[in-house]
């Protein structure tokens, strides 16, 4: 039986500033980053960063971008099924110094994962747990995928991890998330992403409407907060350790790898809280979403981009 299986999406980020007197029609300056990313990207690549077993579904280009980015987590042992497109996603993360991001996304490759990639996924990978990646419910077919991967993985016995990965989602997409929750054992949302769900209530209040509706273990996601624990009718907070903020683009998706490596080799949920909160921030201190303590990954990329 295998590890984790990841089924998200993969993408390349352009982190940009979000500037406050911005005007249509004018030329600022600014220093962006380029980076590997898209959830389903970095929840693997944390995984695999921690020597944990890990696989991925996904959609990825034939095109520069598209092959260093397949080469990159071959070679960290991240094991692959990825739809083939003409091209790689590509995001524009627009962040403010307070840590707030606003994502632009053009998903490129990610619109071509299917139920039959991720039902081939799970059926030759065996995975102990699947995370399924919220992103994936902005497209109809990626939609349908992703509710096929979590109805499939808890028929076959896997234990489902969903981040739901954004809150402003319509009306088609929130049926699918509460859909994909009656087959969820882990959420890990975020605060916006838990109120949505339960439909109303504060953060906490939301997370035990959902822990009593559904079911589910909930890791609340709270930014500088930490995170907090909700399930059979308990709660345990932790607070973030001290970090200089760089940028919050992934860190929830370092959080939730910890979860998922956490469920798949047993760690007790106290010790899981405490390290997702842990590796969070310390992506928060980051330019990029794949590295840690400031160790920037961007050279791969730019390396595609410029010939260097």
């Given amino acids: 039986m295998g590890g984790v299986l990841v089924v998200g999406t993969l993408m390349i980020d352009v982190v940009a500033p979000w500037l406050e007197d911005m005007e249509p029609g004018a030329n600022y300056t600014a220093s ?11 929840v693997a ?131 699918a998330a509460r859909e994909i929750l009656e087959y969820t054992d882990v959420l890990v949302p975020n605060e916006e992403e838990a109120r949505a769900l339960a439909g109303a209530g504060s953060p906490v209040e939301a997370s035990r409407q959902l822990s009593e509706e559904y079911g589910v273990t909930v890791y609340l996601k709270m930014g500088a907060r930490g995170a907090a624990l909700v399930g059979g009718g308990g709660l345990l907070h932790v607070g973030p350790p001290p970090v200089r903020l760089v940028n919050t683009v992934g860190s929830g998706d370092a959080f939730t790898a910890v979860v998922a490596q956490g469920l798949a080799v047993g760690w007790e949920p106290g010790v899981v809280l405490r390290r997702a909160t842990e590796r969070a921030t310390s992506v928060a201190g980051c330019a990029c979403p794949q590295c840690l303590a400031g160790a920037s990954v961007n050279r791969g990329v730019n390396r595609v981009y410029t010939g260097i």
């Fill in 32 to 42: 962006l980053e380029s980076c590997y990313g898209g959830g389903g990207g970095n």
């Fill in 45 to 175: 690549y944390h995984i695999a960063t921690m020597g944990g077993e890990v696989a991925l579904a996904s959609g990825l280009g034939d095109d520069p971008l598209g092959r260093a980015y397949e080469e990159r987590l071959a070679g960290l042992g991240v094991r692959l099924y990825l739809a083939r497109g003409e091209r790689t996603g590509v995001l524009v993360a627009l962040t403010t110094g307070s840590g707030e991001r606003t994502f632009i996304a053009d998903p490129g490759a990610n619109t071509l994962v299917d139920e039959d990639l991720v039902g081939h996924a799970i059926e030759d990978y065996r995975p102990r747990v699947v995370v399924v990646h919220g992103y994936l419910l902005a497209s109809p077919g990626p939609r349908r995928a992703a509710l096929h991967a979590a109805k499939t993985a808890s028929r076959t016995g896997s234990r489902v991890v969903f981040d739901p990965g954004y809150y402003n989602m319509g009306p088609e997409e929130l049926r």
